[in-house]
């Protein structure tokens, strides 16, 4: 999250290589964001339509919690990985900020 515009990072949408990361992880609320984060900047909201309009799929693999699937790694695929990552942090919508600075 970019502090002077509020604004989400598309560094957040990138996937690890080196950690073989598989998906972004996403929960359902801003509450389980919170508390499954241990040093939380801000949570921002997407639309599981608008993700799945740009090819990619949210899984759901519990009550409370769910996975970004089918982005590329910045490695492998340095064009695609870019322009999904800015897609997805345009289409996010900051719905809390810490008020630490």
């Known amino acids: 999250m970019d502090r002077l515009g ?3 990072k598309s560094d957040a949408y990138y996937l690890r290589k080196r950690i073989n990361e598989q998906s972004i992880s996403v ?3 801003i509450e389980q964001s919170l508390s499954a984060l241990r040093n939380c900047e801000g949570v921002a909201s997407l639309n599981v339509g608008e993700i799945r309009e740009l090819g990619l799929n949210v899984v759901r693999d519990s009550s409370s919690h769910g996975s970004i699937i089918g982005l590329p790694y910045r490695e492998d695929n340095r ?3 870019d ?3 800015l897609l997805l942090a345009r289409k996010s919508r900051i719905v809390w900020e810490s008020s630490a600075s």
């Open 79 to 81: 064009l695609k990985a």
């Open 83 to 85: 322009e999904l990552a």
């Open 27 to 29: 929960n359902f609320s």
């Open 6 to 8: 509020s604004i989400v």
